[in-house]
């Protein structure tokens, strides 16, 4: 098994200069298949969805959060809260992800985070492995000084003084697929809002084709859910063809801006175009399964997030409807209330680390090479650090110290952007809309990772 | 008793009492001073109390720990005397400290 991975990692090293991005992949991928024919390769796991038992029927050791249902079946709250009281740091040790630790109280969530020279984030931060033959490499996933240099290197595309540039062009195309919304009728607010809104916003911070955006959002929604990394659904013979198809219309992108921009071009506030002009990224494109996971990072980054965000926000005003009619009364709440719905929400449920040393925390002894998950999910709903946490508050004092974008050198890099894209969404919606009715329940994603809607149905009464 | 002054990225300035053993960035947002968010409450882990010290003061608010260090580098306005107001506590002696805020926190 590692010595077929070595022979893979070989085949990309020798070729990677010459042999393009895609083609490399989908050698990785019929590698792949040769070697499940001949027994080498691992299989994929499958997860068949069980009703789950009420937490308080388990032995503390056997409760297992790594299950990809428990945030679909509406159990994640009950399971979280029983280890955040009786075993906050907590080992699960016969999970299909393999043993992990759980960190699920806000302060040790924060003191793993913080301190990366215990806690490593490579080779990757979901809890499961990356699909074989599909190592993608992404500073997400690195430590620094690597981390700090890639980051600094495509970091400017989302600094505050390009949103500013972008906050015009973001507020239009609210505004235009709000307009087309149908008003008096049901529709799924995951598909034609949340989806549609995060798609034009990827398709402009990367300058990608604009008809063809909804690629990126498939592609995304592919790459974090594997079976393996976050018992998810996407199985490998849909993953395998969906890479060299991302790398292939992705290495086009940047060579065609390689070419204009050599051609004179002035480089735009893209994403390409910043990292042709850094020195750190420039030659990217050389090392295929980079290219693809600072490709990848910077998508998934941007979709599941902010689209779960979008649909949560809903959903939680539909719980929660005094609140609703306090943000009518005084829209100047919208910033408060975007911190608190992503509080709310926590669309990535964690981020994953592996313990460089022997680390005690709250009791345990994490050993050196364990992995371990911090719960952002948890965090976000500890008594200790917030007060009636499963309450949805939007004028909540404090509202911006949550977990949802992970502290220390590894903090979301989009947080900005996330929080404009959510103001302007809010503010528009309450332009127009006098009530924004869920009809019945959202179907939720299977996933241990993403805290995600499939789809929620909605209707809109217009404003008076 | 001493004041230290805030000002912030279009030049309102806010005057505020020392608070000496508070950290800066508590003191700012204890005053309500516009431009500071704290996110992760002092524990300098996300880098949203970014502020810029007075050249003549900077060597009196101490060093940046590395920890510090990495923070500021995430951030684009970045300047020579750039802190993050978290780690810096306050004392007696920095009356009259004049303090810029950038325009945005990251």
Same mark, same amino acid.
């Given at each position: 098994m590692s010595i077929a991975n070595d022979i893979i990692s070989e085949i990309v090293a020798k070729t990677s200069v010459v042999v393009p991005v895609d083609m490399q992949i989908k050698a990785a991928h019929l590698l792949e298949k040769t070697k499940s024919k001949v027994g080498l390769a691992t299989a994929s796991p499958e997860f068949i969805e069980t009703p789950l038992p009420d937490v308080a029927m388990l032995p503390i050791d056997k409760v297992d959060v790594s299950n990809p249902f428990l945030w679909r079946q509406g159990l994640w709250g009950s399971y979280f809260k029983r280890l955040r009281d009786e075993r906050p740091v907590h080992f699960q040790a016969h999970s299909p992800f393999g043993p992990f630790w759980s960190i699920t109280r806000y302060e040790d969530i924060q003191f793993v985070d913080k301190h990366h020279e215990l806690f490593s984030a490579q080779p990757i931060i979901s809890i499961g492995d990356q699909p074989s033959g599909l190592e993608i490499e992404t500073f997400i996933a690195m430590d620094p000084p690597k981390h700090d240099r890639q980051r600094a290197a495509v970091q400017g595309v989302v600094a505050p003084k390009n949103l500013k540039e972008m906050e015009g062009l973001i507020r239009q195309r609210a505004q235009e697929v709000l307009d087309d919304l149908p008003v008096d009728k049901p529709f799924d607010w995951v598909q034609d809002v949340s989806i549609e809104l995060t798609a034009r916003m990827l398709a402009t911070l990367l300058d990608f084709p604009y008809e063809e955006r909804h690629k990126l959002v498939y592609w995304s929604d592919v790459a974090a859910a594997s079976p393996e990394a976050t018992g998810g659904a996407v199985m490998r013979d849909e993953l395998f063809p969906a890479a060299p198809a991302a790398a292939k219309a992705l290495s086009t992108l940047w060579r065609e801006k390689e070419a204009r921009l050599a051609a004179g071009e002035e480089p735009g506030f893209d994403l390409v175009s910043l990292m042709l002009n850094s020195d750190e990224t420039r030659d990217l494109i050389k090392r295929p399964m980079e290219f693809l996971g600072t490709f990848v990072l910077l998508i998934v980054g941007g979709n599941d997030t902010t689209r779960n965000s979008m649909t949560g926000g809903v959903l939680a005003l539909n719980q929660f409807p005094q609140e609703f009619e306090k943000l009518k009364a005084d829209p100047k709440l919208i910033p408060n209330m975007v911190s608190e719905i992503i509080r709310w929400q926590t669309p990535l449920a964690y981020m994953r680390r592996i313990a460089k040393q022997d680390v005690q925390l709250n009791g345990q002894t994490i050993k050196k090479g364990d992995k371990v998950v911090m719960w952002y999910a948890s965090g976000n709903r500890d008594e200790r650090k917030i007060e009636n946490p499963d309450q949805f508050i939007i004028d909540r004092k404090g509202a911006r110290n949550h977990l949802a974008f992970g502290f220390g050198v590894h903090r979301c890099m989009g947080n900005r952007l996330a929080e404009m894209q959510l103001r302007i969404l809010w503010e528009e919606l309450l332009e127009r809309f006098d009530a924004i009715e869920v009809i019945g329940e959202p179907e939720c994603v299977q996933s241990n990772f993403v805290r995600g809607y499939s789809k929620m149905m909605v209707q809109l009464t217009r404003k008076a | 008793m001493g004041t230290i002054t805030f000002i912030e990225h279009d030049g309102t300035e806010h005057n505020v009492a020392i608070d000496a053993g508070s950290s800066l960035m508590q003191t700012a947002m204890d005053n309500l001073i516009p431009g500071i968010d704290a996110d992760c409450g002092g524990e300098c882990a996300c880098g949203t109390c970014h502020v810029i010290v007075s050249k003549e003061w900077f060597a009196g608010t101490g060093n940046a720990n590395e920890d510090e260090t990495q923070m500021l580098d995430m +951030?684009? =306005? !970045? =300047?020579? +005397?750039? !802190?993050?107001?978290?780690q810096i506590e306050i004392t007696e002696a920095m009356d009259g400290m004049v303090i810029r805020l950038p325009e945005f926190q990251m």
């Open positions: - | +951030t684009p =306005e !970045r =300047e020579d +005397t750039s !802190r993050l107001a978290c």
